[in-house]
């Protein structure tokens, strides 16, 4: 098992700088849940970011339907706030902006509550672990070069059940969706940070017997539209992260292939996927994604970052629902807009 796993006391990182201590300001913990309703094409985002060198911490839930989401008004909810009260350390319950994360078993199980102020939204779901809590370095490229902190982070897919409440509708949860979280990851937002190729994450759950996750950019051979922005060594890997559990064992991934078949016609966000990926022990896997959500997400407003729902489906046929979390800063834009404007001259 190639892939180490965290500790369940992991969960409960949120630490601050002692006393006389310096954090880069950039350093982040984070906490993320996200469940989805896929008959109804609704994905969602929870999501906690503790900023412990300024001693404040952005949170808030948000949750889209369908495809024609481009900013985040479009939304079925939006609830988003970047000056929030630091949460108490040392505790297993972690409250911000009305939505909390309460780690009732910390490593398998949370209750996940939010309700809004103008009492639009109400969320009571549970999360009950369904694969083991897998160790990430990092998700973002660039990160790995901050290591003074100790960072480190999770991975892992949970069995979601409960209620969504909005707009005096009752939506009833009950899928396999992924959660992770980083804790003392220097994530800069800097003008010149997120120099990097498009990346996308793609946790998805087929079941006990598979499920696979991978963060890396399209593959350069497909020619995506920011190719030009980028100068990609010849065989250089196009994933930084990829795990995939087979029956209940973590293994690595050692090989990543991605092209995006149709991107969002104003946004870029893939919509139509195809991942072909091999894993430590040279077993194949294909994965075809196709879009019945898609929004922006307001988390990070330095860069440009869009959730996709997928509805996947593996070689054998066997479909599942999961979030394709895409981002990309001003350099990558340009160029895609400039690429997808060139194209449609020619057509």
């Known amino acids: 098992m190639s892939v180490a796993t965290q500790s369940p006391e992991t969960d409960l990182l949120i630490p601050r700088p002692a006393p006389g201590e310096q954090w880069d300001s950039h350093t982040v913990h984070t906490h993320y849940f996200g469940f989805n309703i896929p008959e109804h094409a609704i994905g969602t985002f929870a999501y906690i970011r503790y900023m412990p060198a300024l001693g404040v911490c952005h949170a808030g839930f948000q949750a889209y339907q369908g495809l024609d989401n481009v900013v985040v008004a479009d939304c079925l909810h939006h609830d988003y706030q970047i000056g929030c009260d630091y949460p108490d350390d040392g505790g ?101 940070a997120n120099a990097h190729p498009p990346v996308m994450w793609t946790p998805v759950y087929f079941g006990p017997d598979l499920a696979f996750n991978q963060v890396g950019f399209a593959a350069p051979d497909s020619n995506p539209l920011w190719l030009d922005a980028h100068q990609i060594p010849d065989g250089a890997p196009t994933h930084h992260f990829a795990w995939v ?90 160029a895609m807009r400039a690429k997808a404007a060139e194209r449609r001259d020619r057509a």
Request: aromatic share 8%.
């Open 92 to 192: 297993a319950r972690f409250t911000a902006n009305g939505l909390t994360f309460d780690f009732v078993n910390p490593g398998k199980a949370a209750q996940i509550t939010y309700r809004s102020a103008d009492g639009r939204c109400r969320v009571d779901v549970r999360a009950e672990a369904i694969t083991p809590l897998a160790a990430r370095g990092h998700v973002i490229p660039g990160e790995e070069l901050h290591t003074a902190q100790a960072p480190g982070g999770s991975e892992q897919f949970m069995h979601y059940t409960g209620e969504l409440e909005l707009d005096g509708q009752t939506y009833t949860v009950d899928c396999n969706a992924a959660r992770d979280r980083s804790w003392r990851q220097v994530r800069t937002e800097t003008l010149e």
């Open 245 to 334: 559990s087979v029956d209940g064992e973590i293994r690595d991934v050692v090989r990543v292939h991605r092209q995006d078949l149709e991107l969002h016609p104003l946004t870029f966000a893939p919509l139509k996927t195809l991942i072909d990926a091999e894993d430590e022990t040279g077993r194949e896997y294909t994965f075809l994604g196709e879009a019945i959500g898609h929004a922006p997400l307001s988390a990070w407003p330095n860069i440009v970052a869009f959730e996709t729902l997928f509805r996947w489906e593996d070689d054998r046929g066997r479909v599942a629902y999961g979030p394709g979390q895409s981002i990309w800063n001003h350099v990558s834009q340009k």
